[in-house]
């Protein structure tokens, strides 16, 4: 898999506006913030029919209460209905339209004149990053490289880590990112996370499915037979080394020891739990 860029990888912002210019005005300052959230600019609408259509890919919808018709909030009630509805902050013409909007269902609302740094502790908040509060170095948050520099992973996202020379690879279910925090380091400052599968990559507890024993038959080779592990919102599966598979076994769901052909099975007797080789 190729490594993504925060411009195609994070979460979708969309930005529902009364007319062109404002769409233009509110999508400079969320340019700004993409170097700093994961975050991915959508295209702008100003209509609500197409707000509907470009919802299904957004994460978070910005949207101006100043759309004809009450459009806007139409919007924001039908989302709210919508299990899979994406978090919507509120984007209000003037004080005068704050005793309505505190009537909607939404993550946050603004008011005008809109500010930079108003407009990221909303988002902040949609995408449930600490709470709305600023993000720090000591954030449940990875820093990973763009472009335009470092901006935050959040770790609650994070599939597994691999060290791969001096960088190492951070996977979410959307997409992957590079950081160069060192894979020791980000095992120490997140307890309770990960657990060590390889001398190269940590797996996040939360995101293991199960576990499939590989056998020489299975992999069509003659290597030791050895366990992989199914992830959550990934495809591939990811090996364990011999010597870290104690470590590993604990934490496959409801401490069952393996999985075939995606079909948990029941507990594994100790004599088939096989010891892996460790991975080159």
């Not at 994406?86 to 269902?105: G, K, N, R, Y």
């Not at 990221?120 to 170095?137: D, F, N, S, V, Y």
């Not at 190492?168 to 990960?194: H, K, Y």
């Amino acid at each position: 898999m190729a490594v993504t860029e925060l411009e195609t990888g994070a979460p979708g912002v969309l930005i529902v506006g009364r007319d062109a210019a404002f769409c233009a005005r509110l999508s400079a300052q969320l340019r700004g913030l993409s170097r700093r959230l994961p975050i991915r600019r959508l295209a702008p609408v100003a209509d609500a029919a197409l707000a509907r259509q470009s919802a299904a890919q957004s994460a978070v919808v910005l949207l101006d209460l100043g759309l004809p018709d009450a459009a806007g909030h139409a919007l924001a009630r039908e989302w709210a209905d919508r299990q899979d509805g994406p978090a919507v902050i509120l984007l209000l013409p003037s004080i005068d339209s704050q005793a309505l909007a505190d009537l909607l269902p939404a993550v946050d609302s603004l008011l005008p004149p809109l500010r930079a740094e108003r407009l990221e502790q909303a988002l902040q908040r949609a995408l449930g990053l600490e709470g709305g509060r600023r993000l720090g170095p000591s954030a449940e948050v990875l820093l990973a490289r763009g472009r335009d520099g470092e901006f935050p992973v959040p770790v609650a996202q994070v599939v597994y880590l691999r060290a791969s020379g001096k960088s190492v690879s951070i996977r979410t279910a959307a997409a992957e990112f590079v950081t160069d925090q060192p894979l020791a380091a980000l095992l120490r400052g997140f307890p309770g996370r990960f657990v060590q599968v390889h001398r190269s990559t940590l797996v996040a507890r939360a995101a293991i499915a199960g576990a499939s024993l590989v056998t020489p038959e299975a992999s069509g080779g003659d290597a030791d037979p050895y366990w992989e592990l199914r992830l959550h919102g990934v495809p591939e599966t990811i090996p364990v080394a011999r010597r870290r598979w104690p470590d590993v076994r604990p934490w496959l769901p409801g401490g069952l020891a393996a999985a075939r052909d995606g079909a948990t099975l029941e507990a594994v007797p100790l004599r088939h739990c096989l010891p892996v080789p460790e991975a080159s």
